[in-house]
């Protein structure tokens, strides 16, 4: 679906209907709060460091051709995304910055992978000689490839020990060149320092040994996300790898303090409203039993869009057990970031029943003048919501008057 970016100096349903074709729900993408966030966290890590903005799983949502491009102009150096699909997409769109590919590729996609001139991630060394054959037969040398070290995320890597092996295998080849070396912290976000210390320590062994190896430095190493960009500023290295942070998601470790702002709003537009008797049944099930006469607003936004979907996890001891009690339990009370309350203006009206596939029943007994055609704010987890939900890109100042302009409540 194209990018679609609101007019100028329209009244806000008119603005909105031009910009989202009549849906009922989209994305609404600050750009402005995006560039923002960008130059805000170049000045807090200097200007000697390579920033990787991460643009995977459609840039968390944002949409990843328009924040690659915003991001490229304020301050990021390159990209990463996790799949050769994602970075294809970027560049069949004009993204012309170097673009790494963290996941590893699978055959049938490195003919693609060196066409469009993708950065790729290699942890074996029958990759990486796939690798160099095609790049030969593309008639490339040199081509840049970053090593993955396994340092213990249990994803994809090399293991140390192996490192020095796969270093030795591209360095021989002379259609590729070792431009990186990289590994994933897996708890630089929670708090655990002593293990993020472990898996940098691993880490540099297995970069020492390679260079030794292999007789020269290793010229781009990196460690840090976004959590470990703040928290740790000695493990920035050469490069940090950026995601949640440039989107106003600040890591709960952080050690830097950044003037972040949010840049994604799933947004709905009330499409129905009426006045329901006491013991009155809403939604599937009727998991939902009115008490009292209860104005209902009707949502054109469900489960297929991602509202209200969460990812399955089972806990791994007893504390994690007792956090997911927690959230849930207080997800049931009406609190904490699972509430089930969608905005309206400043006031929030709470779900009712089951949300159905595309349509969510909500509370506004409480807000006056709710109408059709009213816009909500919808809590969602950005990474699930739909791609086929459209992204409005608007700026600052026209969200500002959008608030201004539809706000109901004091």
């Keep these: ?45 200097g200007h000697e460091l390579i920033i990787y903005g991460v643009v995977k799983a459609n840039a968390y949502g944002c949409g990843a051709v328009e924040s690659a491009r915003c991001l490229m102009e304020n301050g990021v150096d390159r990209l990463a995304v996790t799949h050769v699909s994602e970075g294809i997409q970027l560049r069949q769109n004009g993204i012309k910055a170097p673009i790494l590919v963290m996941g590893p590729a699978f055959p049938e996609e490195i003919a693609a992978l060196i066409h469009h001139k993708l950065t790729p991630a290699v942890a074996t060394v029958e990759l990486a000689q796939r690798i160099a054959d095609e790049a030969g037969r593309s008639g490339k040398s040199s081509y840049p490839i970053h090593v993955k070290i396994e340092t213990g995320l249990g994803r994809t890597g090399v293991f140390a020990a192996a490192a020095p092996e796969l270093a030795a295998a591209i360095a021989s080849r002379p259609e590729l060149q070792l431009e990186g070396a990289f590994t994933h912290l897996a708890t630089a976000a929670t708090g655990d320092r002593r293990f993020v210390h472990d898996q940098v320590a691993r880490f540099q062994a297995a970069v020492a040994a390679m260079e030794s190896g292999i007789g020269s430095p290793i010229p781009i190493k990196h460690a840090a996300n976004s959590a470990a960009a703040l928290a740790f500023p000695q493990y920035r290295f050469d490069a940090v790898r950026l995601g949640t942070v440039l989107y106003g998601q600040p890591p709960l470790s952080a050690g830097e303090r950044l003037d972040l702002r949010e840049v994604w709003g799933l947004k709905a537009r009330i499409a129905h409203v009426s006045l329901l008797p006491a013991d009155h049944g809403v939604g599937y099930g009727r998991a939902f039993i009115t008490r009292r006469p209860t104005k209902v607003a009707v949502l054109p936004v469900g489960y297929v869009d991602g509202f209200q979907l969460e990812p399955a996890s ?12 927690i959230k849930t339990a207080a997800a049931y009370f009406g609190v904490g970031p699972s509430s089930r309350f969608i905005r309206i203006g400043k006031a929030k009206a709470p779900v009712l029943g089951k949300v159905a596939m595309q349509f969510t029943m909500v509370d506004v007994t409480a807000i006056p003048d709710v109408q059709p055609g009213h816009i909500a704010e919808v809590p969602a987890r950005r990474t699930v919501v739909a791609l086929n939900v459209p992204r409005v890109y608007i700026s600052a100042d026209e969200q500002e008057r959008l608030n201004q302009e539809v706000s109901l409540a004091n």
């Excluded at 089972?314 to 009690?325: E, H, R």
Aim: hydrophobic letters at 45%.
């Design 1 to 45: 679906m194209d990018q679609l970016h609101l007019p100028e100096i329209l009244t806000p349903r008119s603005r909105l209907d031009e910009a989202t074709g009549g849906l009922g729900c989209w994305v609404q993408v600050d750009l402005d709060a995006l560039a923002h966030n960008a130059r805000a966290i170049r000045k807090t890590l």
């Design 314 to 325: 089972v806990p791994t001891g007893l504390w994690d057990l007792t956090k997911v009690l």
